[in-house]
């Protein structure tokens, strides 16, 4: 079965922790990402300076922070069926570090 792959083309910073993305087939989606600002890795970008030091990595084409924080340009793309699973999986991550 053929996955698609998608580029990040451009992106805006249009409110706190939400960015407009632009994708190479045309695709635009605005995501809040603070739902799943939590742990080791995505847990810096909860401060928004930090995530604001957001680009466009020249060759994943996807979004990445300093901290090497990033997010697969497929889940990006589909965010809306994404969404959840990805809160899920960052509130699994965040049981296991307290157990």
Known sequence: MEHPIYRVMSFKIVGAHTLRIVFDDDTVQTINFRPVLRGALYG????EFFFSKVTIDPEAHTLVWP????????TLHDWPQCEE????LVGRSLEKVKA
Request: glycine share 6%; no cysteine; net charge negative.
């Open 44 to 47: 810096a970008l909860e401060d």
């Open 85 to 88: 699973s990805m809160k899920a």
């Open 67 to 74: 901290n090497g924080a990033d997010f697969d340009p497929t």
